[in-house]
């Protein structure tokens, strides 16, 4: 995020009235009018660039000033920051009519990669091509390699001819592969005890120290560079991007039917290797060029580098240079024979290197893209990663978000070792539990993929004591972690109790199945942990991780119920139940976990309407044992529901009535017992819709066996009275009381036409659907305003 400075200046840069700009406007137009090319235009510039790119749409400009812009962007008198300022400004004004740029008549390499990008940003084909035309012009040029050539690269990969492209690539090639090996001169000062007789410059070091004896690459070291090193660098950057972009036209590329023959055979006939490279076609010349090079690299990284920025160098240089080599061998499988003996030494050393970790996921990625025409286990790979990563470097948030990327990247390539993937989700949960925040989108995407019919109850039930295992990560790091090196868990929290209830062998049980790198197939009861950990509730890292869990249950339950049968629908349905009241005490989450679950379980009763006879016992169980509604009773609330929906005969034949009456002196008993006692600090209020849902559900059942339907009348005439009654108001609200008050007279009405009231509150499948609710002759509003009038004194169609 920005600093306070600089929030303040984007909000005053966005704030500027169209007279301000028409000011500043003005004063450039002045300024570049005159060629006046001082600090007071480079200032005018930069306020200028500030306005237009601070907001997300387009600042209107005085043509005149625009047309200077272009003039002093092609003026090769004016110096280059204001040239820069010039383009940047002309694009963000992109696209727009009111340019009328051209690069035809541009020859210096510096500006043309200006003017190209302001084109690039107008998206005209025509000046498209152009550009490109340019561009191949001054390559082939053969023009002095001074700074221009490095902003031309940018532009020329934007190119799609084959000519261009075919262009580009030779000069990559040379670039990659005949850099100087001699490091550049020092720019000289010009003073007066300059002198001519300055030392020649060294040859380029290895990152150890060591002269290098091989030609250039990025990890190679000096005091100062030539310009031709800094496009070795700048090529070696765009290098995959550009092999990617001309692969598919390269003449060596195989097509997909023909590639898995090639690869089979890649091991047992080495490819033709007599054919100099100088003969080679540009894209195939280019691919030996950069396998050569990474072959370099790989080199490289095993060297110890002096000083720490060299080695994190060497971490990424490695890093690019191996999915560098996996696109070759894409494109062309006879580079496959000689990359995997490499690899398989690299993917040795790196196992043994914890600091390279990193590095570990492309190499991954290649065997997984070629292990089986390699005769390499990538399984056992790709185990050993989902295995180790996760449980010892959760706390890296860049590998974080890198190895779940590459999780999701790689998902088409695991093919029958998904398997490994899915059996390794309580490690991989383990990144989300720490850095939930960025990583929440990534695992949304990725869930579908890791969840199936074996691991569903499993991860339900670790997504549900995911702030718990943030918890238990951040006590695992506080045990671990040498007291000299900077804490990484929140050291504002102390926590001593939590930390001897880890080391004691009375939970390492309990902590090892949370802490688990696999799954298990068994679940444990975690409630003692959840008090263990109860000082680490308010720690800001599980609080974030809290928040996410909602999100990712819904994300879980979509995919569920894309392959759930009849037999897991009942398990996380009673799975809902029973966790509903043995959540992680953090601060809102039980609320708002309480408000997912309800929802989450009226969806799987409609998935499955026979669920409320199957699990009547259970229901009923979980009815009878609550002492009121809790965080707003929305569990309770779908519970009543789904029994009043659909514990009937229209939706199970195994209904039976004496299920309808323990259903009915369950719920007859629970809302006496809310509506009866008196609100306190430890049982607030029972909210309306608890009472009308409880009312509407008792009404229900005793439509469907008559003999309830005096007793339902009986409590429903006391609920009107205690609705009407001054107590009811400071108890639930004038509002709650006259919703209670309604539904209560709503439901007496409709039990006083017992065939009516079957209609509406049972109604069939035929009377579900939409037009029973919109059609004005058969709608099912229509029967309720029936009853209405009929049941009215007023409207003299009953006696009095």
């Known amino acids: 995020m920005f600093t306070a400075g600089a929030e303040s200046l984007l909000r ?4 500027i009235r169209d007279e301000e700009l028409g000011g500043l406007c003005s004063r450039i137009r002045a300024l570049l009018g005159k060629e006046d090319w001082g600090p007071d235009a480079l200032d005018a510039l930069r306020r200028l660039f500030l306005v237009v790119s601070a907001t997300k749409y387009s600042r209107r400009l005085e043509e005149t000033c625009v047309e200077l812009l272009q003039a002093a962007l092609c003026s090769p008198s004016c110096p280059e920051q204001l040239q820069l300022l010039c383009a940047a400004v002309l694009r963000e004004r992109s696209p727009s009519r009111s340019l009328s740029l051209t690069c035809g008549s541009v020859q210096n390499a510096q500006q043309l990669g200006l003017v190209a990008s302001v084109l690039l940003a107008q998206g005209d084909r025509t000046q498209v091509s152009i550009v490109g035309q340019c561009a191949l012009r001054v390559l082939e040029s053969r023009q002095p390699e001074g700074p221009g050539l490095r902003r031309l690269l940018p532009v020329m990969s934007k190119v799609t001819s084959l000519e261009q492209t075919d262009a580009l690539s030779k000069r990559l090639g040379d670039w990659l592969r005949h850099a100087s090996v001699q490091q550049g001169s020092a720019h000289s000062s010009g003073g007066f005890f300059s002198t001519p007789r300055a030392r020649r410059p060294g040859p380029v070091t290895e990152v150890d120290g060591a002269v290098a004896t091989d030609f250039f690459t990025v990890l190679s070291t000096g005091q100062h560079f030539t310009e031709d090193q800094w496009l070795n660098v700048q090529a070696f950057s765009m290098l995959r991007a550009w092999l990617l972009h001309g692969g598919s036209g390269g003449a060596s590329t195989p097509d997909t039917d023909d590639r898995s023959e090639l690869e089979s055979s890649t091991l047992s006939v080495l490819s033709a290797a007599s054919t100099t490279s100088h003969l080679l076609p540009p894209q195939e010349r280019l691919r030996e060029k950069a396998f050569e090079y990474c072959q370099r690299l790989v080199e490289q990284s095993s060297r110890r580098a ?25 494109q062309d499988p006879s580079f496959l024979y000689r990359t995997v003996s490499c690899l398989r030494a690299l993917h040795a050393r790196l196992c043994g290197d914890p600091a390279c970790v990193r590095a570990l996921l492309p190499v991954a990625q290649f065997f997984l893209h070629h292990g089986e025409a390699a005769a390499v286990d990538a399984e056992a790979i790709s185990q050993h990663l989902c295995t180790r990563v996760p449980a010892e470097h959760f706390h890296s948030p860049v590998l974080a978000f890198e190895f779940v990327r590459f999780c999701r990247d790689s998902l088409p390539l695991f093919g029958r070792h998904l398997s490994v993937l899915r059996a390794s989700f309580p490690n991989l949960f383990k990144f989300l539990a720490w850095s939930s925040p960025p990583l929440t989108s990534e695992f949304v995407a990725l869930l579908p993929s890791l969840v199936d019919a074996g691991t569903a109850v499993e991860m339900l039930h670790l997504l549900l004591d995911l702030p718990c295992l943030t918890a238990a990560l951040d006590l695992q790091l506080r045990s671990s972690q040498a007291a000299s090196e900077k804490p990484l868990w929140d050291a504002s929290v102390r926590a001593p109790g939590c930390l001897e209830a880890f ?17 298990s197939g068994t679940t444990e009861r975690l409630a003692p942990l959840h008090q263990l950990l109860q000082p680490l509730a308010g720690c800001a890292r599980v609080a974030q991780c809290a928040e996410a869990v909602p999100i990712l249950l819904q994300a879980f339950f979509s995919a569920v119920t894309q392959f759930a049968d009849g037999t897991l629908i009942s398990q996380l349905a009673l799975l809902l139940l029973e966790r509903s009241d043995t959540l992680f005490q953090v601060p809102e989450y039980q609320a708002r976990m309480h408000r997912v679950l309800s929802s989450q379980f009226l969806a799987l009763c409609t998935r499955r309407p026979s669920l409320v006879v199957e699990q009547a016992k259970e229901l009923l169980e979980f009815v009878g044992s609550l002492g009121g509604p809790q965080d707003g009773g929305h569990m309770l609330t779908s519970v009543v529901w789904a029994i009043g929906e659909y514990l ?5 034949r195994r209904c039976t009535v004496e299920q309808v009456n323990k259903f009915f002196e369950a719920l007859e008993a629970l809302l006496f017992e809310v509506t009866q006692s008196r609100p306190s600090a430890a049982l607030p209020a029972c909210p309306p819709q ?31 009275t205690l609705a009407q009654s001054p107590a009811a108001g400071p108890t639930h609200g004038e509002e709650d009381a006259r919703a209670v008050l309604t539904r209560a007279t709503e439901l007496l009405n409709l039990l006083k036409m017992p065939s009516v009231a079957q209609f509406v509150l049972t109604p069939s499948a035929e009377v579900s659907e939409p037009r029973y609710h919109r059609d004005a002759n058969t709608a099912l509003p229509l029967a309720l305003s029936t009853v209405s009038r009929l049941v009215e004194r007023e409207a003299g169609l009953l006696p009095g």
């Open 12 to 15: 005053q840069a966005r704030e």
């Open 306 to 330: 002096l000083r720490k920025a060299d080695s994190e160098l060497q971490k990424a240089c490695l890093v690019e240079a191996v999915l560098v080599l996996d696109v070759l061998c894409r």
């Open 503 to 519: 080391r004691d062998p009375q939970y390492q049980g309990l902590f090892q199945h949370l802490l688990r790198a696999k799954a």
């Open 648 to 652: 009937s005969v229209s939706w199970d």
């Open 690 to 720: 608890v009472i009308t849902v409880l009312m509407t559900t008792l009404t229900k059942l005793a439509s469907r066996s008559q003999d309830l339907v005096p007793r339902v009348s009986l409590f429903l005439s006391k609920m009107r």
